[in-house]
Structures are given as C-alpha cells and as structure tokens.
C-alpha cells in the first residue's frame, strides 16, 4: 500500500493525468552498436513490476521507477529501483541483473547486516567511494548507508533517521537530516550530501566531522539562525510566505528540543500554555535564490520540500577542475561553486520555469524542473531537465542544445534504435556518464527503462 501510494505521489507531482497504459510487450530493443548519438533502451521494458529472477537479461527486467545510476569499477551499471527499495546492478558483457541491496520491501531494517536482506524506504543517489565500498543515499530513511563489497554488509554511516536538522559540527553518525537526496565525494575524499527537505548541502570530512557548507539560512527575525522564529502581532508563526500556519490560532511555539538533542520547538496551547509532546524543526526551510558572485556560505537554493515533493538537487564534482555544480532544481537553474575558492556562480538557467534558449547561451536558457546532472568527457554538462522531458547539454563554451529527447511537456517513448534528439522521453530523473567510454545512461523514470547513448 504504501508503495502504491508513493508512486502516486511521483506521479501527481509529474504533473501526469495519463491514463492507465496497456501492458507492455516484451521484445529485445533495437542496437545502436557502432551508432554514435544513438539511443536504446538497456534495461526494462516499460512494466512498473518488482524484479523476481535474479539473473534476468537487463531488457527483460522489470523495475519501478528507476532514478539514479553509476558505472563502477567493476565498468558494471548500479542503479536503483526506487519505487522497489532496491539498489540492482547491470553487467553489459553478460546483459545479466540482480539485486545488490534491498528486498522490495520498504522499510529501515538489516543495519549491519547482508545488504540484499535489508529494507530500504526510496534510495535516491550512488556514488563509489575511494576504497571501493559504494555510498548511497536513502531519501525517505534520511540516512546515508554504505556498504562494503567485501562482507557484503549495509551499515548506516550519516544520519539518525529523525527527519529533522541537526547535528553540525559532531559526528556524521549523530547528524540529523531530512530527505538526503544526493551524494558526491571530492578527491580528497569529502562527502557532499544535498540535505534536500534542509535546503542546504552538508559536508562530511576526512574525521567524519559534519556541518554545513551551503545554505545556512534560517527562517528568523533576524534571517540568521541565532535569531527567532518570525511572528506577527499575536505571536503566531509565519511561514515562508508570511503567512500564520494553519493550526496558528490554535497554538503558539516554544522553545524545545527533540529527543536527539536537536534545536526545535513545542506547539503551546493557548491561553494555558499546555505543550504538546510534539517537536517541530527549527523553521530553516525557505526556499531561495541569493549569493551569486560570493561565497558559498552564504548562498541560498530552492529545493522541494512539502510532503509532495520529488527527490532533487542533485550534485556532480569535477575533480579535474575542482568544481562542483548543482541543480538548484525549484530555481530551475544549473549552480557552480570553484572548490578552491568557495565562489558560487550560476551556469545555466535564467530562473523561469519553461523550455527555452537552445543553442545560445546556457545562462539565457529556461528549464523545467532540473533535477540530475553529470560531466561528459570533454567536460561539456548534460542535466536531465525532467519535465520538459529530455536531456540538455552545456558545453564548455557555454552553449545549451538537446542532447536526447524531445523538449516539451508532452512526455512519451519512443526513438529506440534511432538519435536520441528524436526520441521521446518520460519524466527522466537520471543521468550519468560512464568515464571509460563516454556513454550516457538515462534513467526513463516513467517509462521505467533505463536507456543509454553511445558516444
């Protein structure tokens, strides 16, 4: 059921009313072998299903709105099936899958033990660490997990589970996030984590030491976080908006901590000042767009945060140039930040939400709804622009064009075979470049395929 009700809440957020579609027919895709800017589809087949045959050949497997996914050293794809709580990998040599992490069950359970008996809740983001153990972010369990390919165990490494904020300047164990959406490390070995429901993004150290890098912002009187919640003339609690919150007339804030420790207040009951058992998150969670040309300690992103939002804000280092870029998704904007200076700039986008500007300047150019990103190997981006349907590209010259799909609200499947600026595309949350040979994997995420470009 819940399953049933979070792909219902992907689905509304898409902005879809599609109708039901009929069942797909299973039938090996078209090549592309030797057919450079061509686009096919490598795993699924279009059937919103939980895989049960460990060892299926990738387009016969079945997957429910896959979402991310990374090449590892193994040159093996691992990607996740979100909506099934599985982290799966992909053997191109053999075409062979199975199943890395997870049950299909949703759930927080197996810490320390084999990862593929354990029950996640949406993992969101991979990415391989130095040593070969691979990171993942576990959106709805608000944790970071790891796990070792040599024992095979899932641990939790950042993260209580509370979905809160807390916990700077401590160990990342004890940290408190909410909706941890991506992960990327540097060269040094520095864990970036996009705090996405914080709007921040967190950084974890070479001591396992957390704290905040981006996005220090508080909803207070003062705008900073040793300031007060704001109120109006009855004390009543305004959100981001300025607006009282919908139980305001009934209840005033305290201040209160959360069982963990963490800054927060108690809903008071007025005129007794009766408190509620009940902790809320110090108010830090307005969206916003600021900080261009300085430092990145004082910047300010928009990210998607209510109970409806889908996972965004997605990272990618260039460790080459020491530059990491961000897609500050609800801004619809591509960001920039130069590691060695701490600058934060923005490299595509104009901040209106549409589909426009290809091939003229980046930052003329108008997304809807950038959610992943990754760097190709001539250093040009490409950024899933998930609700215009497609896959853009940035060049190192500053220059936008489509690089698969057809731009537009209109969603579809099709183009198997063929060049990926003419096929359809539906909703693509993922994209990831394969190093070695310069592929590009797209996560079709509401066709429920994974397809790929050769280079």
């Given amino acids: 059921m819940r399953k049933i009700l979070i792909a219902a809440v992907l689905l509304a957020a898409c902005g879809t009313t599609d109708p039901t579609p009929p069942a797909p027919t299973i039938s090996e895709p078209p090549s592309c072998a030797g057919k450079s800017g061509c686009i096919t589809t490598v795993l699924g087949y279009g059937a919103n299903e939980l895989p049960t045959q460990e060892g299926s050949i990738g387009w016969k497997t079945p997957m429910s709105t896959p979402l991310d996914m990374v090449v590892g050293p193994d040159n093996k794809l691992y990607y996740l099936d979100w909506n099934n709580h599985m982290l799966r990998v992909w053997d191109p040599k053999s075409g062979q899958t199975k199943t890395i992490a997870g049950t299909g069950e949703i759930g927080d359970l197996g810490g320390g033990g084999p990862a593929v008996k354990a029950r996640l809740n949406h993992p969101t983001d991979v990415a391989f660490a130095a040593d070969g153990s691979l990171l993942l972010a576990s959106w709805h369990n608000s944790k970071i997990k790891k796990i070792d390919f040599s024992t ?83 004390g009543r609690y305004l959100d981001c908006k300025g607006i009282p919150q919908a139980d305001a007339e009934k209840y005033q804030l305290v201040p209160s901590a959360a069982p963990d420790g963490t800054p927060g207040f108690k809903r008071a009951l007025n005129p007794a000042n009766k408190e509620f058992q009940v902790s809320l998150p110090l108010p830090n969670k307005c969206p916003a767009f600021s900080g261009d040309g300085g430092p990145v300690k004082e910047a300010a992103i928009g990210l998607q945060f209510s109970q409806s939002a889908i996972p965004n804000g997605k990272i990618a280092i260039d460790r080459d140039a020491d530059v990491l870029y961000l897609a500050d998704s609800a801004n619809n904007r591509i960001r920039k930040v130069d590691l060695k200076t701490g600058v ?53 010259s500053g220059k936008i064009t489509t690089f698969a799909g057809t731009c537009s609200k209109k969603g579809g499947f099709g183009g198997d075979g063929g060049l990926a600026t003419a096929a359809k595309l539906k909703h693509p949350y993922g994209v990831h470049v394969d190093k070695k040979t310069g592929r590009v994997y797209i996560a079709d995420t509401q066709n429920n395929r994974i397809r790929a470009v050769e280079p």
């Fill in 344 to 396: 934060i700039t923005t490299a595509a986008g104009n901040g209106q939400l549409g589909y426009a500007g290809d091939n003229g300047p980046a930052v003329d150019a108008s997304f809807n709804m950038p959610v992943d990103l990754d760097l190709m190997v001539d250093g040009s981006l490409v950024v899933a622009d998930t609700f215009n349907n497609c896959i853009r590209k940035i060049d190192k």
């Fill in 152 to 234: 095979g165990k899932l641990t939790d490494v950042c993260g209580t589970g509370g979905r809160n904020f807390g916990g700077d300047g401590g160990p990342a164990a004890k940290a408190v996030l909410d909706l941890p959406s991506a992960i990327a490390l540097d060269a040094k070995g520095t864990i970036y984590i996009t705090d996405q429901a914080n709007m921040r993004i967190r950084v974890v150290d070479a001591s396992d030491k957390i704290s905040t890098w981006l996005g220090d912002h508080w909803v207070t009187d003062t705008g900073k976080k040793e300031g007060v919640p704001k109120t109006d003339d009855k």
